[in-house]
């Protein structure tokens, strides 16, 4: 007998009416398959084109999203003796080691001196309105600004916006010998501003306790990440922050409550929110009113997430769990579209970290992991969040889909002098640019994307619209 080389051709050739039916029902089957696919991958792309649309009406906007490359020449490898000088270095050095060395030969590309610094006082001519992520920025006082970890808030009532944020203004040292670096508790500074470029220090709105040790505010404990929100019910400003002790144990957060955007503002209390530990956070209203607290937690493996009560001054029974196990802190919230958002970073101090994009249809989650929003620079410089950290998201309601992205680019040798790195954020994109790190669970999500610029400003129509 010979070996029946082709199996199925001979089943097909031979076969009866059944068989070639089920062949048409599988290829019918399969193309609508390939249809469907086809229309979930290429779905992002038109929602895309159709935001963007929208926002490319003003060239501005489209020079925003350009993408601009930074070329950082790495100094030549250092040898610190004759000796040494004749062996191989060990490993070689990266730009992430010579943002950490204090005393790298090219320090001033990522801490550019007094001599460059932003200042609203000057007639800056040209650079009027300009920001330069990075370099010191000035009020209007000629002082730098100390606002860390921060967060924007816009008054409707004064039409005009607060600036809040730690204010480090002191001497830099470690508690203890494996401990961060740290400066002692100063208090809240705040600084107003109309145009969001020309900042006047409203001074210090919460006070550092300086007597009372067992007071959460005393110097030598710890105050970070303070955001500021009003409620529109009570007609009271309301802060939340990191109220922690020099080894981060306490890990709580803290409230403190004023009837005026620029204080004094009143400390109420600490606690554990939901019974849990909370470092790095954020408190986010939504546009029912209903405000969040956002916070690390558990030794910062989740990030949880819960409403206030009505009158924003403490937890309610509310509270899920998101992005577990993921390991994030520094979230910064902001909504487009019906769709919340989130930019996070990674656990690494004081250090710079890859930052992600993360989205959810509803606050409470499920949240979706987008990728790294940021784009331009190099590759290092996106690996590291441009050598900064989120602490938050500034919107512009009447230019929807343009943000700022705020961040802190950490100085943990000299605290006081870290540094701000503000960025144009949009949501939507450019249609002929692909997501990132593209997710194909459902729902489809638009792209966020942080763009790096040595130099950039808001779009002139910003203003007008105001
Ligand atoms: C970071 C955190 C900062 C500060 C710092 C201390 O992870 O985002 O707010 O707490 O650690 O090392």
Same mark, same amino acid.
């Given at each position: #007998?010979?070996?029946?080389?082709?199996?199925?051709?001979?089943?097909?050739?031979?076969?009866?009416?059944?068989?070639?039916?089920?062949?048409?029902?599988?290829?019918v089957v399969g193309c609508l398959l390939m249809l469907h696919l086809y229309s979930l991958v290429s779905q992002p792309y038109i929602q895309n084109k159709e935001i963007h649309a929208g926002m490319s009406s003003h060239p501005l906007l489209l020079k925003l999203e350009a993408v601009e490359e930074e070329n950082i020449k790495m100094p030549r490898q250092r040898r610190h003796s004759p000796r040494s000088a004749k062996r191989k270095p060990r490993h070689t050095t990266t730009l992430i080691d010579e943002f950490l060395d204090e005393s790298s030969p090219i320090r001033h590309i990522f801490f550019p001196?007094?001599? +460059?610094?932003?200042?609203?006082?000057?007639d800056a001519g040209n650079d009027s309105l300009y920001y330069y992520p990075g370099k010191i920025w000035l009020d209007t006082e000629g002082n730098p600004i100390q606002a860390h970890g921060g967060g924007v808030l816009f008054d409707e009532r004064s039409r005009t916006y607060y600036w809040y944020g730690e204010y480090k203004d002191g001497p830099t040292?470690? !508690?203890?010998?494996?401990?961060?670096?740290?400066?002692?508790?100063?208090?809240?500074?705040? &600084?107003?501003s109309k145009d969001l470029w020309t900042w006047k220090n409203e001074g210090i709105v919460l006070a550092a306790e300086g007597k009372n040790e +067992?007071?959460?505010?005393?110097?030598?404990?710890v105050l970070e990440r303070p955001k500021v929100i009003y409620n529109?019910? +009570?007609?009271? &400003?309301?802060?939340w922050m990191h109220i922690d002790n020099a080894n981060y144990t306490k890990a709580s957060v803290g409230v403190a409550v004023s009837d005026s955007p620029t204080g004094p503002f009143y400390y109420l209390y600490s606690k554990r929110p939901h019974g849990f530990d909370? *470092?790095? #956070?954020?408190?986010?209203?939504?546009?029912?009113?209903?405000?969040?607290?956002?916070?690390?937690?558990?030794?910062n493996s989740d990030l949880h997430i819960g409403p206030l009560t009505e009158d924003y001054l403490d937890v309610t029974s509310v509270m899920k769990r998101i992005l577990v196990g993921k390991h994030r802190e520094a979230p910064a919230l902001f909504k487009h579209g019906g769709i919340y958002y989130m930019i996070t970073s990674g656990c690494t101090g004081w250090a710079p970290n890859k930052a992600l994009a993360h989205a959810a249809k509803s606050i409470l989650g499920p949240w979706n992991t987008l990728g790294n929003p940021c784009i331009g620079g190099n590759e290092v410089v996106r690996f590291t969040t441009f050598f900064s950290q989120s602490t938050y998201v500034l919107p512009f309601p009447r230019l929807p889909g343009l943000f700022i992205f705020m961040a802190? *680019?950490?100085?943990? !040798?000299?605290?006081?002098?870290?540094?701000?790195?503000?960025?144009p954020l949009t949501v939507g994109g450019t249609a002929n640019q692909r997501p990132l790190e593209y997710n194909f669970g459902s729902p489809l999500w638009s792209r966020v994307a942080i763009y790096w610029h040595k130099r950039w400003m808001l779009p002139d129509i910003w203003r007008k619209k105001k």
């Amino acid at each position: #007998m010979s070996r029946n080389l082709f199996p199925f051709a001979s089943r097909f050739s031979t076969g009866s009416s059944s068989c070639s039916m089920s062949i048409v029902v599988l290829s019918v089957v399969g193309c609508l398959l390939m249809l469907h696919l086809y229309s979930l991958v290429s779905q992002p792309y038109i929602q895309n084109k159709e935001i963007h649309a929208g926002m490319s009406s003003h060239p501005l906007l489209l020079k925003l999203e350009a993408v601009e490359e930074e070329n950082i020449k790495m100094p030549r490898q250092r040898r610190h003796s004759p000796r040494s000088a004749k062996r191989k270095p060990r490993h070689t050095t990266t730009l992430i080691d010579e943002f950490l060395d204090e005393s790298s030969p090219i320090r001033h590309i990522f801490f550019p001196d007094m001599k +460059t610094a932003i200042d609203p006082n000057k007639d800056a001519g040209n650079d009027s309105l300009y920001y330069y992520p990075g370099k010191i920025w000035l009020d209007t006082e000629g002082n730098p600004i100390q606002a860390h970890g921060g967060g924007v808030l816009f008054d409707e009532r004064s039409r005009t916006y607060y600036w809040y944020g730690e204010y480090k203004d002191g001497p830099t040292y470690h !508690a203890h010998k494996r401990g961060a670096a740290r400066v002692d508790i100063m208090g809240v500074g705040c &600084y107003s501003s109309k145009d969001l470029w020309t900042w006047k220090n409203e001074g210090i709105v919460l006070a550092a306790e300086g007597k009372n040790e +067992t007071h959460d505010l005393h110097k030598l404990n710890v105050l970070e990440r303070p955001k500021v929100i009003y409620n529109d019910k +009570t007609g009271e &400003y309301v802060m939340w922050m990191h109220i922690d002790n020099a080894n981060y144990t306490k890990a709580s957060v803290g409230v403190a409550v004023s009837d005026s955007p620029t204080g004094p503002f009143y400390y109420l209390y600490s606690k554990r929110p939901h019974g849990f530990d909370s *470092r790095d #956070m954020t408190i986010f209203k939504d546009d029912d009113g209903v405000a969040y607290i956002i916070y690390s937690s558990e030794d910062n493996s989740d990030l949880h997430i819960g409403p206030l009560t009505e009158d924003y001054l403490d937890v309610t029974s509310v509270m899920k769990r998101i992005l577990v196990g993921k390991h994030r802190e520094a979230p910064a919230l902001f909504k487009h579209g019906g769709i919340y958002y989130m930019i996070t970073s990674g656990c690494t101090g004081w250090a710079p970290n890859k930052a992600l994009a993360h989205a959810a249809k509803s606050i409470l989650g499920p949240w979706n992991t987008l990728g790294n929003p940021c784009i331009g620079g190099n590759e290092v410089v996106r690996f590291t969040t441009f050598f900064s950290q989120s602490t938050y998201v500034l919107p512009f309601p009447r230019l929807p889909g343009l943000f700022i992205f705020m961040a802190d *680019r950490w100085n943990p !040798a000299n605290l006081r002098d870290s540094r701000y790195v503000w960025l144009p954020l949009t949501v939507g994109g450019t249609a002929n640019q692909r997501p990132l790190e593209y997710n194909f669970g459902s729902p489809l999500w638009s792209r966020v994307a942080i763009y790096w610029h040595k130099r950039w400003m808001l779009p002139d129509i910003w203003r007008k619209k105001k």
